[in-house]
């Protein structure tokens, strides 16, 4: 299926997440174990990274000990040979040390790379997924900041601040119980020193959580901001507004930075306390081993070890705070990413799908009701369609602005699913058949034509996933789609077909564009076509010869057209009206135009306007 919508944008600050209490508060454990399933194929490397990152642990560890003996033994003895033994040791553990590190980081870092690409894939799938109505109420830019940021610092945290989190938990824990094999009161009161450290995490998680969601949704509204004066560059200049464009950007900028120097603040304060009680747990120590040596409870070679052992534990302990403070926001980021994960996709294929055998192309509406997905509660917008187009036969659907024909349009291809009825294709109901079949036998183009970054050819061929686009059959559907829709401009670009249009096509002319996008439809060839208004941005001559090719195209096709021009219901071969959310007659237009009171209303409205043009 070829679609064209655009999404509205909305300048809102606030984001769309789930509201506070509609489901449990998991713990940070259980919060990033959501992350296994995407993690499970790299683990056997995580594990021999975290395992090898603790032998270095372990290596730095056993310095201090073969210090111990040889301050207490070769060096006390002034045995030459043993010192020399004691020092290549010591040589040995360093670069045993040195090496494990750098094998853990060959270790993490690829697949750790591997799960960012798995889990922004996922997140893509997951947003094609998605209903419209999601992409509806979610800022482009909130999206956008999940899938580049937020899965960013995942991935930085399985490369990192994991794996030094668990070394340097295990290091201190380790170191600790060696401190105890000194002298038990050293060790005590190096521990006890360390509780501050705990309730200080705590005390942090529970103001810097608050900080780390808050700065990232601010973020996804500055990108927001960001994306919509880029799209809509072409208005602000128009108006003169950049000035206010950029004391919006100025404003929300200015809250993300008054958010960030609160994050700062509060790991400042958390480094300050990581730096400071090492360092007063040392001194604590450092008087209690001199008391020890001096009465004969600690040898030199003993105290002498303690201090190597309690700076290589400090900078295990200065990093808890940085190495905290990342898996914070860590979780905030597997929460927002899981966000969209948990939003739940409402339009589905069905356990138990049907298949049309023998396509003929007939569409019927059968007591059609609708209101929007956040519109709960309010009146139908729809409130009983009924209506049936035969095979091959064109409908055009004429009604006031606001009547629900654009939505009429978004149904049968389940970009919306109705509230109430039924669409059928061919007598099934198009909930009981595959979206992919679904879309391939429905074409829709919506007036608003949208085109990709993409050349000509990749737009067009868009929903021909059949073809090699560069086959001769390609080349083929191509040149003849082109010509339906009167774009033969498209072989004037520099480049031909080739040629890449720019984001949204906005290199091209609203015309151009228009007829790209009813070549598009026009290529993927479906048995049923349905068409909102897409020649409004035509002028008159081109819309005669597009109509003329058009119903070459419709002769074999069934089409829903949604016409606001007399020169498009003249296409028709019947009309409805749409007038209070019902079809209120049927018709051929010299019909309707002798029996319905609203539609000669409705035809004089569109020559009026017409005239005005």
């Not at 610092?153 to 340097?168: C, D, E, K, Q, S």
């Not at 403070?325 to 589905?348: G, H, K, N, Q």
């Not at 049907?354 to 192309?361: K, S, Y």
């Not at 072989?491 to 720019?502: K, N």
């Amino acid at each position: 299926m070829t679609v064209f919508h655009a999404s509205p944008s909305s300048a809102d600050d606030h984001e769309p997440v789930p509201e506070p209490g509609t489901a449990p508060r998991l713990s940070t454990a259980r919060a990033l174990a959501r992350l296994f399933p995407f993690a499970r194929p790299a683990l056997p490397r995580l594990i021999g990274g975290a395992l090898v990152g603790l032998g270095a642990a372990v290596a730095s560890l056993l310095i201090p000990l073969v210090l111990q003996w040889a301050v207490d033994g070769p060096i006390t003895s002034g045995n030459r040979t043993q010192i020399l033994w004691a020092t290549l040791a010591v040589l040995a553990l360093g670069v045993v040390e040195a090496l494990m590190v750098f094998l853990r980081r060959r270790f993490v870092m690829t697949p750790a790379a591997g799960i960012e690409y798995r889990v922004r894939q996922a997140f893509y799938e997951r947003l094609q997924q998605l209903p419209v109505a999601f992409h509806d109420r979610w800022q482009s830019g909130q999206l956008l900041s999940r899938m580049m940021q937020d899965i960013g610092t995942i991935r930085r945290w399985l490369a990192f601040g994991l794996i030094l989190l668990l070394i340097n938990v295990l290091t201190i824990v380790i170191g600790s119980v060696l401190l105890f094999r000194w002298h038990w009161a050293l060790g005590a009161v190096f521990v006890a020193c360390s509780i501050p450290l705990w309730i200080l995490g705590y005390r942090f998680e529970q103001r810097y959580g608050v900080l780390s969601r808050r700065s990232q949704d601010q973020s996804g509204d500055l990108a927001t901001a960001v994306e919509e004066s880029v799209h809509g560059i072409r208005v602000l200049k128009a108006f003169g507004r950049g000035s206010h464009a950029l004391s919006q950007f100025t404003r929300r900028a200015e809250t993300l930075r008054k958010t960030e120097m609160r994050k700062a603040s509060e790991m400042g304060l958390l480094w300050f306390s990581h730096e400071l009680v090492p360092i007063l747990a040392l001194g604590a120590c450092f008087i209690t081993g001199v008391w020890l040596a001096v009465h004969g409870l600690l040898t030199v070679g003993e105290l002498f070890a303690f201090f190597a052992m309690a700076a290589a534990l400090q900078w295990p302990m200065s990093s808890l705070g940085y190495l905290y403070s990342l898996l914070i926001d860590t979780r905030t980021a597997t929460d927002r990413v899981f966000d969209v994960f948990d939003a739940p996709v409402t339009i589905t294929d069905p356990a138990t799908p049907r298949t049309i055998t023998e396509p003929r192309g007939e569409l019927a509406f059968r007591g059609v009701r609708f209101h929007y997905p956040d519109a709960a509660g309010a009146p139908d917008l729809l409130t009983g369609v009924d209506l049936v187009l035969r095979p091959g036969e064109t409908m055009a659907v004429v009604g006031t602005t606001g009547s629900g024909k654009t939505t009429l349009t978004t149904l049968p291809t389940r970009l919306f699913d109705v509230t109430g009825g039924a669409v059928e294709l061919d007598g099934v109901d198009v909930r009981e058949l595959r979206l992919e079949e679904l879309r391939r036998r429905i074409g829709v183009a919506f007036e608003e034509p949208i085109l990709f970054s993409a050349s000509v050819r990749e737009n067009v061929l868009l929903g021909r996933a059949d073809l090699d686009p560069m086959s001769p059959e390609a080349d083929a559907v191509l040149a003849e789609a082109l010509d339906v829709a009167q774009a033969g401009f498209a072989t004037e670009l520099p480049d031909g077909v080739d040629t890449e249009v720019g984001e949204e096509g906005l290199s091209l002319s609203g015309g151009q564009r228009q007829r790209l996008a009813l070549a598009r439809v026009v290529a993927a060839a479906p048995d049923v076509l349905v068409l909102d208004d897409p020649l409004s941005a035509l002028d008159v001559d081109t819309e005669a010869l597009v109509e003329a090719a058009l119903r070459r195209v419709l002769a074999n096709t069934t089409a829903l057209i949604v016409a606001h021009r007399p020169s498009t219901v003249a296409m028709a071969d019947r009309v409805a009206v749409l007038w209070d959310g019902r079809i209120e007659a049927v018709g051929t237009h010299a019909e309707l135009l002798r029996e319905n009171e609203h539609y000669r209303y409705l035809i004089a409205t569109i020559d009026q306007t017409e005239d005005r043009a």
